[in-house]
């Protein structure tokens, strides 16, 4: 991947036939058998996408302060190939084949006791599927996932085959700005917790800079003028995944309210950016082989300039 080539232009791994073999192997061969289909699979990907591959390894030679060895680029997409497995069990069987231990919830749930809605800002990081495993246990409590369906259809298609209600509460990212807000501001006003990523920006997206790892990344704004707008709590949610078959969901309480002033707009989503790339890098130090942004993040492509007034509807970067 050229550092001008950004990250949507890349094809879904795998494709369609892939991704269904796999969960047809996963479901009727166990999560066992499947697991160890994991290694062939990394190996492919890490001799055939080759920006993928060189993506991860300056990724993590900036984590580590060294160049990365071809075993650990291997480690990151076989941590990445198995989160992506693991989606098949978390759909189709809840966390019951899993230890999912969760950090900062009751701080959650007094959020959601204000019955305004929650935003949850989340990453690339880890399993952002193992989210639902808290909706399974308050299932009185909505859980909306703003997600782009067009980016990768055929895994979008199998989770959805897998679990019809899921794929009903999710607000597809593809749809125009405006109604991407409209539905957000709809699913907090009924409580809903809304969870999306935060830290990737898509190709029109207005970006701007933050220091991340060393250097200065580029950051979407939408999610923070959706918080400004929609005015409920935010709270950051990290999913890592700890290997074998345990994972940690982190809750860490960002705002009550998102305040962006007009007169000093730009300083304030610097600092609301800057807070957050300062706890993805906490947990990226503690889980290096969990963050799954496989393109150059850091790209020095110039960012879109920001308008005087971005409208509320602007797309959602996910």
Not at 254 to 282: T, W
């Amino acid at each position: 991947m050229s550092t001008n080539e950004h990250w949507q232009s890349r094809p879904e791994g795998g494709g369609r036939f892939a991704i269904w073999l796999i969960r047809a192997i996963a479901l009727y061969g166990g999560r066992r058998l499947a697991r160890l289909c994991l290694y062939p699979i990394t190996l492919y990907f890490y001799a055939r996408r080759g920006p993928e591959r060189r993506a991860s390894a300056h990724y993590l030679q900036r984590v580590f302060g060294r160049p990365a060895t071809a075993w650990q680029v291997c480690k990151h997409i076989h941590a990445f190939a198995a989160t992506i497995l693991d989606r098949v069990f978390l759909l189709a069987h809840g966390e019951e084949p899993f230890e999912i231990e969760t950090q900062g919830l009751e701080l959650l749930d007094q959020r959601i006791a204000l019955g305004r809605g929650v935003l949850l800002f989340g990453s690339h990081q880890g399993s952002f599927e193992a989210l639902r495993a808290v909706g399974a246990r308050r299932p009185n409590m909505p859980l909306r996932v703003v997600l782009d369906k067009q980016k990768t259809p055929a895994m979008t298609e199998l989770l959805e085959a897998l679990a019809p209600e899921v794929g009903a509460g999710v607000i597809d990212a593809a749809q125009d700005g405006t109604s991407i807000a409209l539905a957000m501001a709809e699913a907090c006003h009924g409580g809903a917790l809304v969870a999306m990523l935060a830290d990737r920006g898509r190709g029109h997206e207005v970006l701007r800079r933050s220091e991340f790892l060393g250097s200065p990344a580029p950051f979407p704004i939408s999610p923070w003028l959706l918080a400004h707008t929609l005015r409920v709590p935010v709270v950051l949610c990290f999913g890592l995944y700890l290997g074998g078959n345990r994972y940690r969901l982190i809750f860490e309480p960002f705002s009550d309210q998102v305040d962006i002033p007009r007169h000093n707009r730009g300083p304030a989503l610097d600092a609301l950016i800057g807070r957050y790339a300062q706890r993805l890098q906490h947990y990226i130090h503690i889980a290096p082989y969990n963050w799954f942004n496989f393109y150059d993040f850091w790209q020095d492509t110039p960012a879109a300039a920001e308008p005087a007034a971005v409208a509320v509807g602007e797309r959602v970067g996910v």
